[in-house]
């Protein structure tokens, strides 16, 4: 979505939508200049361009027990994923975290279509106090029998995921959230590497097996644009 003709494009979630009445609901966390500029919409307030989805959707079979991992604003993605999965037939059991308690999203959404449900909180103003990654190893501990790991969220976070559940040989996929600018695949900003390859994020993706991607090479892609981001939200009196 771009904002305004001037503005730049971003990728975001859908995380949940209304057939009959033409919505979708999008979560964001106001971190750079548009989503800030976002924030500051009214009800009524139009945008300028809204495209999607775009992508790949995900895959949806009846796999068995199913685990759903989120964290931070990644949790966005994660009920429409859990709701399809459980309707599929699966065993849904969902770990959402965040820094504390007051970021916490979609609990009570999740609480509803999960058969079960862990919280986990980094300073543990909620649920369990650590990583939603103690949680995944607790679990594997207990049934040895977990078919599918579905992991969205911070890179460390997916990253850790899939160290988690490699040794294991449980697969795990991953959602990733590279820099993104047109989603077609024309510019490669959101290319990652898969496998030793390149594969661009909008049109491959957005799910691959977690245990063959790149993460450190997709973290260090991430900070490209640091000083232009810090340059744009002074200039617009944001920052």
Request: aromatic share 4%.
């Amino acid at each position: 979505m771009r904002i305004d003709e001037k503005g730049e494009r971003i990728p975001l979630t859908i995380a949940d939508f209304d057939a009959q009445k033409g919505t979708i609901t999008i979560i964001f966390q106001e971190v750079g200049k548009t989503t800030k500029l976002l924030g500051l919409l009214n009800e009524g307030d139009c945008i300028s361009d809204f495209m999607g989805p775009l992508g790949n959707p995900t895959k949806i079979e009846k796999y068995g027990r199913v685990v759903c991992v989120g964290g931070g604003v990644g949790v966005a993605s994660i009920p429409l994923k859990a709701k399809a999965l459980g309707e599929a037939g699966n065993e849904i059991i969902s770990i959402i975290g965040a820094r504390t308690k007051e970021l916490l999203i979609l609990e009570e959404e999740l609480q509803k279509i999960s058969d079960e449900l862990y919280i986990t909180t980094d300073d543990g103003s909620k649920g369990h106090h650590g990583f939603v990654t103690d949680i995944l190893k607790k679990l594997i501990d207990e049934r040895k029998n977990i078919d599918l790991v579905v992991t969205v969220g911070p890179v460390i976070m997916m990253k850790a995921v899939a160290n988690v559940t490699r040794p294991h040989n449980i697969r795990t996929i991953a959602s990733l959230n590279p820099i993104m600018v047109d989603g077609t695949g024309m510019c490669g900003s959101c290319r990652v590497r898969v496998d030793g390859r390149t594969q661009f994020t909008c049109v491959d993706g957005p799910e691959f097996d977690a245990h063959r991607v790149d993460f450190d090479h997709l973290m260090t892609r991430l900070q490209r644009y640091l000083t232009e981001e810090k340059l744009s939200l002074d200039g617009a009196g944001l920052g």
